[in-house]
Nanobody, 122 residues
């Protein structure tokens, strides 16, 4: 099993910044991608930013230019730096990790963290 521990959420005023951190542990042989998704009240979960092991990044249109994702492959850690926050960024932010637990291609995992609340006040 793979466990994800998130930290860094909280209450911030519009225009402010936060840093969200996620550390993965457990049965990890190869990490393919780590990243963040969010879910606003009454809405579906959406992509924030994901970074793959090759260094490529995919991010949601609503956060481009404001959010930056960093990844430490050796430590199975991903950090999301969020700047110039808007009230629309309020929601629960979830860490996601995908990879393989062993050399076998059948050992794929897709793990989610518990989520961390980010609230942006206007």
């Amino acid at each position: 099993q793979v466990q994800l521990v998130e930290s860094g959420g909280g209450l911030v005023q519009a225009g402010g910044s936060l840093s969200l951190s996620c550390v993965a542990s457990g049965s990890i042989f190869s990490m393919v991608a780590m990243g963040w998704y969010r879910q606003a009240p009454g809405k579906q979960r959406e992509l924030v930013a994901v970074r793959n092991s090759g260094g490529g990044t995919e991010s949601g249109d609503s956060v481009k230019g404001r959010f930056t994702i960093f990844r430490d492959n050796a430590k199975n850690t991903v950090i999301l730096q969020v700047n110039n926050l808007e009230p629309e960024d309020t929601g629960v932010y979830y860490c996601n990790a995908r990879g393989y637990s062993t050399r076998s291609t059948y050992s794929v995992f897709d793990a989610w963290g518990q989520g961390t609340q980010v609230t942006v006040s206007s």
